[in-house]
Each structure stands twice: as C-alpha cells, then as structure tokens.
C-alpha cells in the first residue's frame, strides 16, 4: 500500500465507502442477532444529530467543555437512578463495556492495596459465563481469574463460589445477564458472600442494565440485580447497547465516592502540565457523549418501555418458534432479550452456516455447542421468515446431514479440542493473520 501523493474528491471518497459495505452484516433488515441495537430510524436520527454537533469536542479536559461535563454527569444521574443507587453514589461514562469493567476491577485492585495491603496476589471470583472483558481486565491488571462454575440453570453457583473464596479475594462478580444464555447470576448470594468478607462486588449489567429496569417495571419477573441488593459496591451499564446510544457510551457507578477515588489516574509532574484522568482513555469523544444524552431524554422511560415491550414480545414469540421446531432447545430460562439455543440431534454449527447463507448471521456459543439470539425492537418485523428459515434449515440438516465446512468446520474442532489451552494460541494464529 502506498500512501495517497493528492487527495481525493468527498464525493468519490464516500462512494468508494459505501461499495466497500458489499459483504457488511446486513442489521437494517434486521440480519444480525449481535453488535448493532437497533430502536428505529427516529432514535438513530436523535444519536446521529447529537454526536455531529459534539462531533469535535474532546472530555479530556474536564473544564474545556462543561457542556460535556453536564452530559456524562446526567447520563450517569439518570442511570444511577434507573439502577436505585443510593444518594451517595458516583460514577463515569466510559467508551464501552470493557472500559467499565476495567475500570472496576483496577477500582478494586487500587481500593485492595490500600485496605489489604497484605494481599500480594490479588483473585477475583467470577462467574465461567461471565464477559471476557474481565478475563482482560484480570490480564492487564495482574488480578487472578477465578471461575465460578454454573449451575444446570447457567447461572453462577453460589456455594462453589464460597469454597473458591481464599484470602486473596478482592472481588466477586455477578453478571446481570450474562451474554450467552442470557440469565441472571443470583446477585443477592455473591454480594452477601463479599459483604460478609468484607470485599467489593461488582454487577457485569452491561447488557442488562438498560434493560433489565423496564423489564421489571413491565411485570416481568426479575431477579435482584441492583444496588438495591445489598453488598452491591459497583455496576457497570451500556448505553450503547439497550440504551441505544452511539457506540462508544457506557457507565461505570460505584456506591460510595470514596470507591471511586481508587479509579482516578492523576500525575503531577508531567513539563506538559497537571494530568489527571478519570478512566482508561485519554481523549473521550464528545460525540458519543452527546449522543447518549440525547437518545436518553428523547426516549424517557416512556419510549424504553415501550421499546422493552416490544422486544420481550419478540423476543418471547422468536423463543416459542424456536423451541417448537424439532430437534431444537433453548438453554436455561432466559429472563430477558438475549438466549441461546442447542440441538440434541443437529450439528448447531452447520445450521448456523446454513442459515449465514441465508443471510442471517448468528453468533455462535461453545462449551456447549448453541447459537445465539440477542434480540432487537428491529426483529418484530422478521420473526416469521426467521422462524421459517430456522425450521426449513433445521429440517434440510437433519435429512441430509452434510459435513461441516468453513466456520463450523473450525468451531467443531474448536469445539472438542481436548486440551484447551491450545485454543487461545490458535486464535492468536488466526487474529495475526487477520489483515
Ligand atoms: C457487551 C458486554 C460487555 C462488554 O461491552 P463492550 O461494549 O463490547 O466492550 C460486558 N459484559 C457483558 C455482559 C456484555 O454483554
């Protein structure tokens, strides 16, 4: 590649953009079951319009642009009160759900060494369904994993989890709910064991968070997951995802300000000046900051019930479809819009391969083999021909059982490799030859 001698023409440039979006996921027909929340085109206009206007500002500095300040502060008001922290609670925007939880896990880290300084080898416990970005966070931190194994009903086992307790524990984590089968870790139980221990927990409610609240409100039953629940010292919520803000908005919340200080970089001797920063990144889009207050106040709690129930109604009529289709087993009880599916009789791989022909692009799950449905107010439109594909997929595999070929071909063997830590060596193959 060379680097361009003479600029290019806008509007050459945004059509050489657009032809490159060929093979892109398809999400406005409501394609994807991942990575784009989708609440309509108004609630995309609302983001859009906000994340232009702020689209050069930069929350870097925290007194350059109080307009910034004032958005972040109330994002994080709104949702503090949509999660029933206590008065006395604080917290930050950051750009996305491992931001946040980095940042509460380097918060407990930070709060260990200086109330546990006789800890040398910091663990946390954690559920084994929990989001990898803990697993990155113990990584970049230098804070031991360690996995809380799961109950048949997916979620985290308590009394396991009070035998993995050493003194070395700093933090317990609970995921409100966890990604892949979408059911809520039994909070009440990990907070009481950390509170009892006199160590931090934290609510993963990245995915839940703005969800979870509406739920409840609509009469669904949902466990406790809050700061409601005692012994709760942090939560994590994503306003990029059921928030559907612009990517890049997520909060991280904490019960006392005196948590929170241990999250705070600050360094004084810099010749370019005072330094100090809140979370992970340096420059923080104004963008995206924006735009989360924006899409909040244009929704209200009206606008996010209205859109929780259209997509626990969507999400109910796609789980019903699938588990009446033959062959086919939706995991666990999933409590709210996220759940994956597993077969007794089909390689779930190739279906999911089928249905990627299809058009449809469905993530898949391991340990067990499932795939996975993260459920949008977009889907109302599509259950039906979903469902059909579902079922005409489902029933071809059955009858002609082919091989797995290209992803599900990798999947099975990554699958059933019988020693595991093979696995991540072979990712790193795969991400450095990744161009
Ligand atoms: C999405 C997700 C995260 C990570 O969020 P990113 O915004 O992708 O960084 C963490 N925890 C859970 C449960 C999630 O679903």
Request: charged share 25%; glycine share 8%.
């Amino acid at each position: 590649m060379e680097f361009p001698k003479s600029g290019t023409a806008r509007e050459a440039i945004l059509e050489a953009m657009e032809a490159s979006r060929g093979d892109d996921a398809r999400w406005r027909e409501a394609k994807t079951w991942s990575l784009v929340y989708n609440a309509g085109d108004d609630v995309l206009q609302v983001a859009k319009d906000a994340y232009l206007a702020f689209f050069s500002e930069n929350a870097l500095n925290p007194l350059a642009f109080p307009s910034l300040r004032k958005f972040e502060r109330e994002v994080v008001g709104m949702t503090m009160a949509m999660l029933h922290a206590p008065e006395a609670a604080v917290g930050n925007m950051t750009s996305g759900g491992s931001e946040s939880l980095l940042m509460a896990v380097k918060t407990a880290r930070e709060w260990a060494r200086t109330e546990r300084p006789e800890i040398k080898a910091p663990e946390m416990l954690l559920p084994a369904s929990a989001h990898p970005a803990l697993e990155k966070a113990a990584h970049y931190f230098d804070v031991k994993a360690v996995h809380i194994p799961l109950g048949a009903d997916f979620r985290a086992d308590p009394t396991e989890a009070r035998k993995l307790f050493t003194s070395n524990t700093i933090l317990v984590v609970g995921s409100a709910p966890a990604y892949p089968q979408g059911v809520i870790d039994p909070i009440p139980a990990l907070a009481a064991l950390a509170k009892e221990k006199g160590v931090l927990c934290h609510v993963d409610a990245c995915l839940g968070g703005f969800m979870l609240p509406w739920c409840e409100k609509l009469g669904h039953p949902i466990r406790p997951f809050d700061f409601r629940v005692d012994g709760v010292t942090s939560m994590s919520a994503d306003v990029h995802k059921y928030g559907y803000a612009a990517k890049g908005a997520s909060t991280v919340m904490y019960r006392t300000r005196a948590l929170r200080r241990y999250q705070y970089f600050t360094y004084g001797d810099w010749n370019g000046g005072l330094y100090a920063s809140p979370t992970m990144t340096g420059t923080r889009p104004g963008g995206a900051i924006a735009a989360a207050w924006a899409v909040m106040k244009y929704l209200g709690e009206e606008g996010y019930l209205r859109l929780a129930k259209q997509t626990m109604e969507t999400t109910r009529a796609l789980m019903d479809g699938v588990a009446a289709i033959s062959g086919l087993q939706i995991q666990g009880e999933p409590e709210m819009s996220v759940f994956g599916f597993t077969s007794d009789s089909i390689d779930v791989f190739v279906l999911g391969e089928e249905m990627g022909a299809r058009g449809w692009k469905l993530d898949r799950q391991q340990l067990p083999p499932a795939l996975h449905l993260m459920v949008t107010p977009a889907h109302a439109a599509i259950v039906e021909r979903f469902l059909a594909d579902l079922r005409e997929c489902t029933e071809k595999i059955r009858e002609t059982k082919p091989t797995p070929e290209g992803a599900a071909a990798m999947y099975g063997m990554l699958a059933t490799v019988p020693d595991r830590s093979m696995v991540p060596q072979l990712l790193l193959e795969f991400m450095d030859g990744l161009e």
